[in-house]
């Protein structure tokens, strides 16, 4: 009886201690599955910051280093005011002195200007990034906090075309602006790379841009949307998301006010004027581009024009901030909100 009662006690000790092992390896598995590593970057005059879930320690800081790359990369190909030793990029454009009348270009910015003409046309002509003249004036102006004249803005609307063939430009001049794609393009790109090399647990904030993989859990990623009429940071809603892009555009980070009027760096080619419609506007999608484009439109748009285009569209949500008592969203923008 007595050996019996010491086998029924070592099997249950041998079974405790299978657990408390199985707990231990499963805890250890955890923690070095969910083993963080991220960085800091300013580019495309934005605050980055990158974080990555990986085991492997040696290939979580070299693919922090590819990453910084890449943003260098698409920072200096669409910067509007620095030449650079590695290629054409938009200050060349506009300031090049070449003879010759068509131009080869770098085909990743060939791309991003023959995008960006296709949403000119989808928009009517608000997604406009051929009017740099234009929102160098109000650059300007918010940085001197002084209203342009209407004489000075109307000269802006003689833009120069972008003309595009075979990978070539045409050679006019012409100042562009791509602020409202480079940084979704270049957090796209970013996050192709990781999936590329099998790290796909990450989370990319650019600024208003942010961009997740897949969860390092079992969950979603938690991603708050900052209240635009908060002085401290503060969010209205918190969406749920993996594998996401989740993209604000608003006029309250940039702007200057005169005579109790808010102005800020969204422009509108119409009117020559920032629009004011919204205090911001978010969109959810696959793509960080089109998101980071669609964000843009939607905040020039009107919101009867702007619901209908997202409605129309496969995967793309959004919401709009009208006002402290009035936000409006998609139909099925409830589906990501976290309670």
């Known amino acids: 009886m007595q050996e019996k009662m010491n086998k029924v006690i070592w099997s249950v000790v041998f079974l405790l201690l299978f657990l408390l092992l199985l707990c231990l390896v499963y805890t250890n598995s955890f923690q ?12 495309m005059d934005t605050s980055i910051y990158v974080n990555l879930y990986e085991q492997n320690e040696t290939k979580a800081k070299e693919a922090l280093k590819e990453v910084e790359k890449l943003y260098q990369k698409y920072h200096q190909l669409t910067d509007r005011y620095q030449a650079y030793d ?28 023959e995008e960006s003409l296709k949403y000119y046309e989808m928009s009517d002509g608000l997604f406009a990034v051929q009017m740099g003249n234009l ?26 075309e972008i003309i595009l063939q075979d990978g070539k430009i045409y050679n006019n001049h012409a ?3 791509l602020g409202a794609v480079a940084k979704g393009y270049a957090t796209k790109k970013v996050g192709e790379y990781l999936n590329s090399i099998g790290i796909r ?5 650019a600024g208003g841009n942010v961009l997740v993989g897949e969860h390092y859990g079992s969950d979603a990623y938690k991603i708050g949307i900052e209240d635009p009429t908060s002085s401290i940071g503060g969010i209205f ?10 993209v604000t555009s608003g006029g309250y980070q940039r702007f200057f006010e005169i005579d109790g009027k808010r102005y800020n760096h969204i422009i509108n080619p119409k009117t020559l004027y920032p629009s004011d419609n919204f205090l911001s506007v978010t969109v959810i999608a696959e793509d960080s581009m089109q998101a980071d484009i669609l964000s843009t439109i939607l905040f020039l748009m009107d919101i009867d024009t702007g619901l209908e285009w997202i409605e129309g569209m496969d995967d793309v949500e959004a ?21």
């Open 201 to 205: 647990k990450y989370i990319i904030n």
């Open 86 to 113: 590695n290629g054409i990029n938009l200050y060349f454009l506009r300031e090049n002195t070449r003879e010759e009348e068509w131009i080869t270009i770098d085909s990743e910015l060939y791309f991003l200007l």
């Open 32 to 43: 070095k599955n969910n083993t963080s590593f991220d960085t800091h970057l300013f580019y």
């Open 175 to 177: 100042n562009i602006d």
């Open 319 to 339: 919401i709009w901030y009208v006002s402290e008592f009035e936000q409006i969203a998609s139909s099925g923008f409830n589906e990501y909100l976290y309670e």
């Open 135 to 160: 929102t160098d004036v109000w650059k300007r102006a918010i940085e001197e906090e002084t209203l342009p004249s209407r004489e000075e803005l109307e000269k802006t609307k003689e833009y120069k």
């Open 237 to 246: 809603a918190k969406v749920k998301a993996n594998n996401k892009a989740v």
